[in-house]
């Protein structure tokens, strides 16, 4: 069992910064592929950007690539998600989600294949 906390939300102005840090319990961290998703009222809950299991690759939707980064800190069951360059179509509610095996570039964008979520925090942009 993995349980997992999110923090970093708030408000900010466009063009902004944020980070958000998502803690995860447990031993086995570094073996979890880690995502980070978002939900906006009334829409569909989507995939941000993920990270791979050890090796650390990572995957981001167009509409964050080279604007935001995903990373981990292992030593300390972390990961993050830079966010710069803040946009009004940001406003969302972030999630980090866990998986215990391998993913792919196929499955990872698939909030159905990840295993433990967090609470979410919430990200406010404003125009």
């Known amino acids: 069992q993995v349980q997992l906390a999110e923090s970093g939300g708030g408000l900010v102005q466009t063009g902004g910064s944020l980070r958000l840090s998502c803690a995860a319990s447990?031993?086995?961290?570094?073996?979890?592929?880690m995502g980070w998703f978002r939900q906006a009222p009334g829409k569909e809950r989507e995939f941000v950007a993920g990270?791979?299991?050890?090796?650390?690759?990572?995957y981001y939707a167009d509409s964050v690539k080279g604007r935001f980064t995903i990373s981990r800190d292992n030593a300390k069951n972390t990961v993050y998600l830079q966010m710069n360059s803040l946009k009004f179509e940001d406003t969302a509610v972030y999630y980090c989600?866990?998986?215990?095996?391998?993913?792919?570039?196929?499955?990872?964008?698939?909030?159905?294949?990840?295993?433990?979520w967090g609470q979410g925090t919430q990200v406010t942009v404003s125009s």
């Open positions: 447990g031993r086995t961290f570094s073996t979890y592929t």
């Open positions: 989600a866990a998986n215990q095996g391998s993913m792919t570039i196929v499955t990872m964008p698939q909030w159905d294949e990840y295993d433990y």
């Open positions: 990270i791979i299991r050890t090796v650390g690759r990572t």
